[in-house]
């Protein structure tokens, strides 16, 4: 037994650096036998299991690690409850990865499980899909400080419309999901203040890059703040007042090579080429004026920081990869109609 008791222990440390890699060390020690839905179990438990190890193991697409998830899922007691309770749940349960087609496989098999342990409730598991995002959405939008713009419950069952197999779902049944969150948020597990659930209208980023100029074409060192769906720029790290802003919405962005400097993006509007970007910046006597940039060409010091870059940004453009997700979603429910 105290053998038995030192491999959990190794087994569990692994799997919260490897998540693949501490499984196979517990399977191989015999601490856990190779069945999945064992290995489900003690996934749902999680004693000492890191619950951001956990979202990345379930969201894999590996078919052994899909039939964990489905038995993890399966785990979860969501009969009688409705659709907020079973979310808290299971949002408790693990940390929601960030990667789009992760979260999608989680909450299909998420939204299967629900309609099984309560029949009837919704029409499809779409409807039940759609609705779960968008009540995951309203948490972010009434908690979150950075999001000033409160949704009132018009808004929540306007966002919803059409999606139970064409028809609306009952007022009484949102007005309740509604109310549940509005009283209380969704607990985090582990917050540390980036889980996608809670604070993903603001991903973050900072550091030092090199611009290329738009009128003067050399290569300036600025730093640079990402935030609110902006890009700021600064001549010292100590500044109040940024050199230049640059508004994101319509912008793209993409890698693009140069031959005097490694490691380059490119900002650009997909949408209107040749036009300047709508930016602003601060002219040598501190005016502000409209930027000269039909496209921004950034250099980042290692190719790993440029693609840290070009993920967080575009993270920032799309705001959201619930809303394609839904949407997605939406027109399929709407096809069948």
């Known amino acids: 037994m105290v053998q038995r008791d030192k491999d959990l222990c190794v087994g569990r440390k692994k799997f919260n650096m490897d998540p693949t890699k501490g499984i196979q060390y517990l399977t191989e020690h015999k601490v856990l036998s190779s069945d999945l839905r064992e290995i489900a179990r003690f996934l749902y438990k999680g004693e000492g299991l890191n619950k951001t190890a ?16 489905q038995a993890f899922v399966e785990c979860h007691p969501f009969a009688n409850l409705n659709l907020v309770q079973a979310l808290r749940q299971f949002l408790w349960s693990f940390r929601l990865p960030g990667e789009a087609q992760k979260i999608d496989r989680m909450m299909e098999a998420f939204a299967n499980w629900y309609c099984q342990c309560n029949p009837g409730v919704f029409q499809s598991t779409d409807t039940c899909y759609v609705l779960s995002f968008s009540v995951i959405m309203l948490n972010t939008s009434l908690h979150n400080p950075n999001v000033k713009d409160k949704p009132p419950f018009e808004r929540f069952v306007a966002m919803n419309r059409g999606i139970n197999n064409g028809g609306d779902l009952p007022e009484e049944l949102l007005r309740n999901l509604f109310e549940s969150i509005k009283n209380e948020p969704f607990s985090i597990p582990e917050d540390d203040g980036n889980d996608l659930t809670h604070t993903f209208f603001n991903p973050s980023r900072e550091g030092w890059l090199l611009k290329l100029g738009g009128r003067v074409k050399t290569w300036k060192r600025r730093w640079f703040i990402l935030t609110d769906n902006c890009l700021y720029y600064f001549e010292y790290t100590t500044d109040k007042e940024p050199l230049g802003i640059i508004p994101l919405e319509n912008l793209s962005v993409r890698k693009v090579e140069d031959p005097k400097k490694p490691n380059c993006f490119e900002l650009f509007n997909p949408n209107c080429k040749g036009q300047k970007i709508k930016a602003c910046k601060t002219d040598g006597d501190g005016k502000v004026v409209e930027g000269k940039h039909q496209s921004y060409k950034i250099s980042a010091a290692t190719p790993e920081e440029r693609d840290l870059w070009i993920e967080a940004i575009r993270t920032s453009i799309t705001q959201d990869p619930f809303y394609d997700l839904v949407s997605a979603r939406k027109k399929k429910i709407a096809s069948k109609n």
């Open 54 to 69: 956990i979202g990345d193991y379930l969201g894999e697409r590996d078919p052994a690690n899909l039939q964990i998830l």
